[in-house]
Nanobody, 127 residues
């Protein structure tokens, strides 16, 4: 019902920047949350950032505060993640997600609260 197409991943040196984008299509929602999660080999899928689509409030994992910025473009149904000051520990597969229940639950950092997921895009930060 909802399709998410991610772009922008790649290889970058430590200290560099990348911008990830996720375009949504299909069902239209009024109240929902879009988020970015990441998963490194052998690790759990963890929150990176999330945004309340209706009001634009944002939420960030402590590890990325001050370096990453999540934003939305409502006209394009797109969520972006600007990543600056990248570190090797940021290396992971990054997933875009949409949740409806999470809008009401407020559990922005729980992957289980999201309903739709993109295919993932690899971000690799070299030392």
């Amino acid at each position: 019902q909802v399709q998410l197409v991610e772009s922008g991943g790649g290889l970058v040196q430590a200290g560099g920047s990348l911008r990830l984008s996720c375009a949504a299509s299909g069902s239209t929602f009024n109240r929902h949350v879009m988020g970015w999660f990441r998963q490194a080999p052998g690790k759990e899928r963890d929150i990176v950032a999330a945004i309340n689509w209706r009001v634009g409030s944002t939420y960030y994992a402590d590890s990325v505060k001050g370096r990453f910025t999540i934003s939305r473009d409502s006209a394009k149904s797109t969520v972006n993640l600007q990543m600056n000051g990248l570190k090797p520990e940021d290396t992971a597969v990054y997933y875009c997600a949409v949740g409806r229940g999470v809008y009401y639950s407020g559990n922005y950092f729980k992957a289980e609260e999201y309903d739709y997921w993109g295919q993932g895009t690899q971000v690799t930060v070299s030392s």
